[in-house]
């Protein structure tokens, strides 16, 4: 973990492989909590940032991020009750991205480090976009908190790319 790779370097199918196989092992894990019978009975749609994560709305902004420092973007959000939330990548679509670096935790108190991003190398190449090597994945009931690493004073359009799996009916927006 820890590795991203820019959207640039692969091909399409393989982009479309890599979602495919975070949504179908999101489904799988899903029956094997048994939070339903069977795969037939879920829905896969993208993450909500307010809904899903806990941001104030639902589009991908950052709070305002304090240079040379890590900065919450969102802490400690539960994952709700039979969903799984899967995230495969980032994206900032921000003209001159600031944000060199992306750490997930699990956990209220962010007892456990699960991932740190160093993002630089996909601005390098001239994307925006990029995929991380293993995508997370967060059950019903855990905490999930993100924080990013800034260069400057900044606020970013930073959108994690990922996906919730639940309950058909579910959806509490």
């Known amino acids: ?28 894990k899903a029956v094997e909590l048994k939070y339903v019978a069977g795969v037939d009975e879920l829905i896969v749609r993208e993450i909500l940032p307010a809904t899903d994560i806990g941001l104030t709305n639902e589009y991908w902004v950052t709070p305002t991020l304090t240079a040379n420092t890590w900065t919450a973007y969102f802490t400690a959000k539960q994952v709700a009750d039979k969903t799984l939330v899967g995230f495969y990548g980032v994206k900032n679509l921000s003209a001159d991205p ?27 190449v001239g994307a925006a976009d990029g995929f991380f090597d293993e995508p997370l994945v967060y059950i019903a009931k855990q905490y999930i908190t993100a924080e990013l690493y800034s260069k400057a004073a900044v606020t970013e359009l930073f959108m994690l790319r990922g996906y919730v799996v639940e309950p058909a009916g579910e959806v509490t927006y």
């Open 98 to 124: 600031k944000i060199t670096g992306i750490r997930f935790f699990s956990g209220k108190e962010k007892t456990k480090t699960l991932d740190v991003t160093q993002l630089e190398g996909i601005y390098k």
């Open 1 to 28: 973990m820890g590795k991203i790779i820019p959207d640039m370097d692969l091909e399409i199918a393989e982009r479309k492989a890599i979602k495919e196989s975070l949504t179908e092992g999101m489904k799988e």
